[in-house]
């Protein structure tokens, strides 16, 4: 019997530690990324690149391309899927800060304009091309967009690629809301957490409708919703994501106790953090699996980071060990969840994964590694 | 699966349409980006007319389908939008804001494409899976084809489609726009598996078999603007749309 599944054939990533195996190796290292720096004109905790130059969208898929072959997939029966919140914004910050210099060569501010810049330098202009705005669960929900397209034979491989980068135009609007952490840093649902760390990242998915083999790693299950509750702000009671999560488990077919780990989203606000929880304890009750939120060593990479963290999820999987959340001390939420600032093992084959975005949106993927 | 048109507005230079209330003339040199409230909501919303050019055509349109409506299945809507200009228009006062001096956290929170979404699921309580296509052209068919994937998928029992360009005159001559479609106007089209006594009946064909040229914005607003006005005089519609590989035939009926 034919097991056609969405599975995650290839993958590369861009990460302030570096490449998805050194990334994976830090994170399990129990290393943290974020570091004081002085950046657009703040001086508090970043993630940021090892390089600068890779805050420009080229250098840094030009990066990522040299370890993946992508082009067998340049044809008709591939759907190329940019996913970003702002993406690259140094073209619209060139132009207000350089208003007599040309912006020909600068990437424009237009999101699918930057898709089309990285379709065209991964050479995959001949692809269909989509370009996905999510806010901060845009990787996530160009996921689910491509596992719809794959299932229902509108196209047999999705490219799946995600960027957002720091610059002066997010940072200091996060700033301007109060909800960087300005002295210790992302501390996930530590009592002690003061706001986020802002990262950055680029990702590369080769999604493909495939017999699935053993060892492969599946999108078994994805779901979304909206709080409907408030701009910049999660719903209080966490039923928005909980709806997100039932919605990717009916999609999988599965129940929350085949669920071996959880990727939180774990941004290290006071709300956020207490809203998942709620969430979590309410999906769980007390048998509430390993959980951890990699923002505390990589900060929030945005909307790019939302394919980002699942990819390495997928890789923590194979790994069987779930990465410590950095930051961690005394857990600060309600609700007793599974987290810890040590690694924890994983003893199942399927991981929930998490996203949430500015205006209540909410996204969940289950991943599973087949056995 | 039967699907069903519960719903349409549309909002452009030459004036509004909606399902709930008729034709509506601009008045008193009125645009899409300067109507008032009450041309389009029934109830009290204060911070109605300091709403970015994205967020307020996508509510107005939103109001024209949505206004007191009835027997909607909140929890389970969806809104796909498909955007021309993203924010790009509130970027721009953002980052004037911060050249002042003091980055305006009320724009910061309305500088992403999804912004729209989140106005009208807040005012509306639409809870639903949402999607956003941000495309300077293509992203008003691909928001039709995600809506109905959605659908037919069954997470959601009803979709709120918006196809939006929330851009101001005043952003038009900015030389990063240089290749976006420059007139405002708002889209919008419910889409129910659930019937009610004034459906309309829809069914479909997409496939991804087409050409891979996009299609140019002012055709795609064009469909979009006949869609409507189909549906408002008669109820019937029957035409197709492309956009690159993607092929879409709707076909709209009044039941006799």
């Known amino acids: 019997m034919s097991a056609l599944k969405v599975v995650i054939s290839d993958s590369g990533i861009l990460t302030p530690f570096g490449n998805l195996e050194s990334t994976v190796k830090n994170l399990l290292a129990c290393k943290s990324s974020i570091k004081k720096e002085n950046l657009f004109g703040l001086s508090i905790p970043f993630a940021s690149f090892e390089d600068p130059k890779y805050r420009n969208i080229s250098e840094a898929f030009s990066i990522i391309k040299k370890t993946m072959d992508l082009t067998e997939y340049n044809n008709s029966d591939t759907v190329f899927i940019y996913a970003a919140a702002k993406g690259d914004l140094s073209g619209l910050e060139g132009y207000y800060n350089y208003p007599n210099e040309s912006i020909d060569d600068l990437p424009s501010p237009i999101l699918d ?86 990262g950055e990242c680029a990702g590369i998915a080769i999604l493909k409708i495939d017999d699935a083999k053993e060892n492969d790693i599946v999108i078994m299950g994805a779901g979304s919703s909206n709080d409907a509750n408030h701009r910049t702000g999660p719903s209080r009671t966490g039923d928005g994501l909980l709806a997100a999560i039932k919605s990717s488990l009916r ?121 | 699966m039967n699907l069903y048109i519960n719903g349409f507005s549309s909002i452009t230079k030459k004036g509004m349409l909606s399902s709930l209330k008729g034709k509506i003339d601009f008045l008193n040199n009125e645009t899409p980006l300067t109507i008032g409230r009450k041309s389009v909501y029934s109830k009290l919303h204060t911070g109605f007319g300091k709403l970015n050019p994205p967020d307020k055509l996508a509510f107005s349109a939103a109001s024209l389908i949505l206004d007191n409506i009835e027997n909607l299945d909140k929890e389970n809507t969806g809104i796909v939008l498909g955007t021309l200009s993203g924010s790009a228009s509130t970027d721009f006062r953002y980052i004037e804001s911060i050249k002042e001096g003091f980055p305006s956290p009320a724009y910061f929170q309305a500088t992403l494409p999804s912004s729209p979404v989140a106005e009208v699921a807040i005012l509306f309580k639409l809870k639903g899976p949402d999607r956003i296509f941000s495309s300077s052209n293509g992203s008003g068919i691909e928001a039709l084809n995600g809506a109905i994937r ?87 519609f029957n035409t197709s749309c492309n956009n690159g590989k993607l092929i879409m035939n709707i076909q709209i009926k009044k039941e006799s």
């Open chain 2, 150 to 236: 959605l659908l037919v998928l069954n997470k959601a029992t009803s979709v709120l489609v918006l196809f939006i360009n929330g851009i101001d005159s005043c952003d038009s001559s900015n030389p990063l726009l240089k290749e976006v479609n420059k007139e405002p106007f708002a889209f919008g089209l419910l889409i129910s598996t659930q019937k009610n006594e004034t459906s309309l009946n829809f069914t479909f064909q997409s496939s991804y078999g087409g050409n891979n040229k996009k299609v140019d914005s002012e055709v795609e607003v064009a469909y979009f603007n006949k869609l409507i006005n189909d549906l408002y005089s008669t109820g019937n």
């Open chain 1, 251 to 371: 999609d999988a077919n599965i129940t929350e106790n085949d669920i071996a780990a959880v990727k939180c989203h774990g941004t290290s606000t006071n709300y956020n953090d207490a809203m998942e929880a709620k969430a979590l304890y309410s999906l769980f009750q007390d048998n509430c699996p390993p959980a951890a939120s990699l923002k505390g060593a990589l900060g929030h990479m945005s909307g790019g980071g939302s394919l980002v963290e699942t990819l390495i999820a997928a890789e923590i999987l194979h790994k069987r060990l779930l990465p410590p959340t950095m930051g961690l001390t005394k857990c600060g939420v309600e609700e007793p969840i599974k987290v810890s600032p040590e690694t924890q093992a994983i003893e199942g084959n399927k991981i929930l994964c998490l996203s949430a975005g500015f205006g209540g949106l909410n996204s969940s993927i289950i991943l599973e590694k087949v056995s």
């Open chain 1, 113 to 198: 304009k930057q898709a089309e810049q990285v379709a065209t330098l991964l050479q995959l202009q001949n692809t269909h091309r989509i370009t996905i705005s999510n806010a901060c669960a845009s990787g996530q929900i160009a996921i689910e967009t491509a596992k719809e397209l794959l299932e229902t034979d509108q196209f047999k491989t999705a490219i799946v690629t995600g960027f957002d980068a720091l610059s002066k135009f997010t940072v200091s609007g996060f700033n301007s809301l109060s909800a960087l952490s300005h002295s210790l840093g992302a501390r996930p649902f530590d009592e002690s957490r003061d706001g986020l760390t802002m």
